[in-house]
T-cell receptor, first 114, second 110 residues
Framework: EPEVTQTPSHQVTQMGQEVILRCVPISNHLYFYWYRQILGQKVEFLVSFYNNEISEKSEIFDDQFSVERPDGSNFTLKIRSTKLEDSAMYFC????????????FGQGTRLTVV | KNEVEQSPQNLTAQEGEFITINCSYSVGISALHWLQQHPGGGIVSLFMLSSGKKKHGRLIATINIQEKHSSLHITASHPRDSAVYICAVAEGSSGDKLTFGTGTRLAVRP
């Protein structure tokens, strides 16, 4: 069965450092998403990406965040200068269709900022 | 901003029981999703609904657009159904931006 792969599974970083979270979506999917879940809280939408550009983003997705698809297979989320409150589980998802009908999620990357 | 509420927050059932999880939202939507989050954190998409009812195996999802309410039913529950079930709503024409509920934690006892 096809799957979305995220690496690393757990990342610990010092406050102020840059981190890159990596995702390999399902190969024929066209729509890509990042979500985050702070421990004990709801899942929150961060950004959607299609045709090499951001299609929607939430108010959480400020200038410290960026996404790109550098090589046609990976989909990355960069956090430029991490803060303690960025500690969360970050999920990548991909979909073959716009309406999220067949969305597949990765297992998540747990980011801990110390 | 859409407020998505789920009930109950926690649910314990005996194996074989019929289970219902409810979701209500405050603003009109383009679609509603039911997701399953496993204890390890992984998320699986179960259903996307814009009207009516969908069935997949022992899972049934319904939505009432007028009442802004959806239900997820599990028939003949099994311990492997133990997970957090999350309702999420999509707004706007793209349907990309989802607003999530807090989830319902289900434990099915053998």
């Amino acid at each position: 069965e096809p799957e979305v792969t995220q690496t690393p599974s757990h990342q610990v970083t010092q406050m102020g450092q840059e981190v890159i979270l990596r995702c390999v979506p399902i190969s024929n999917h066209l729509y890509f998403y990042w979500y985050r879940q702070i421990l004990g809280q709801k899942v929150e939408f961060l950004v959607s990406f299609y045709n090499n550009e951001i299609s929607e983003k939430s108010e959480i997705f400020d200038d410290q965040f960026s996404v790109e698809r550098p090589d046609g297979s990976n989909f990355t989320l960069k956090i430029r200068s991490t803060k303690l409150e960025d500690s969360a589980m970050y999920f990548c998802a991909s979909s073959g269709m716009r309406t999220f009908t067949e969305a597949f999620f990765g297992q998540g990357t747990r980011l801990t900022v110390v | 901003k859409n407020e998505v509420e789920q009930s109950p927050q926690n649910l314990t059932a005996q194996e074989g029981e019929f289970i219902t999880i409810n979701c209500s939202y405050s603003v009109g939507i383009s679609a509603l999703h039911w997701l399953q989050q496993h204890p390890g954190g992984g998320i699986v998409s179960l259903f996307m609904l814009s009207s009516g009812k969908k069935k997949h195996g022992r899972l049934i999802a319904t939505i009432n657009i007028q009442e802004k309410h959806s239900s997820l039913h599990i028939t003949a529950s099994h311990p492997r159904d133990s997970a957090v079930y999350i309702c999420a709503v999509a707004e706007g024409s793209s349907g990309d931006k989802l607003t999530f509920g807090t989830g319902t934690r289900l434990a099915v006892r053998p």
